[in-house]
């Protein structure tokens, strides 16, 4: 039986010292991909984080994979971006997937909703955070009280209380 290791990804939607971070990055990546068996990667597409990340991820499945990963794009509801560009993103994203718990939930919680959702299907949750505030804060807040493993890209953990 294959062993899937999934890893979801949450961040600020603006990112400081992104060469940093995406250093910080490739390294874990090329760990994830050349030592587990196969690694499923889920992120949103919300903010500079996300895009980074999603980036950083193409670069490492193409420099380091052998046919063990998969990686999904997760809406937390249909947009009219995805849909009038449904090719290109999957061209992009091995797979993209509406999140059925937020797909009806209002705009403004249904992001919340996704990245919970996100955070339960996960082994590991990385994240890119710098201060105590944001949606990516408070995802990162509920992985802990889930007993998640989290790498921090950013800094040490802030979510301590």
């Known amino acids: 039986m294959l062993n899937i290791y999934t890893v979801s990804f949450f961040g600020h939607r603006y990112v400081e010292r992104s ?12 760990e994830l991909i050349t030592q587990k068996e196969y690694v499923e990667f889920l992120i949103g597409r919300d903010g500079d984080f996300d895009l980074l990340a999603s980036s950083a991820i193409k670069k490492a499945v193409e420099k380091f994979a052998y046919a063990n990963t998969h990686f999904t794009l997760v809406l937390p509801y249909m947009k009219a971006e995805y849909r009038n560009n449904e090719k290109a993103y999957l061209d992009y994203y091995d797979e993209v997937e509406i999140c059925s718990k937020s797909a009806n939930a209002h705009p403004k919680a249904a992001i919340q909703i996704r990245n919970r959702e996100l955070v339960d299907r996960s082994d590991l949750v990385v994240c890119c955070i710098r201060h105590k505030s944001g949606g990516a804060y408070q995802t990162i807040k509920y992985a802990r009280k889930q007993d998640k493993k989290i790498i921090y890209l950013a800094d040490e953990d802030i979510t301590g209380e």
């Open 19 to 30: 060469e940093e971070i995406e250093m910080r990055l490739d390294k874990l990546l090329k």
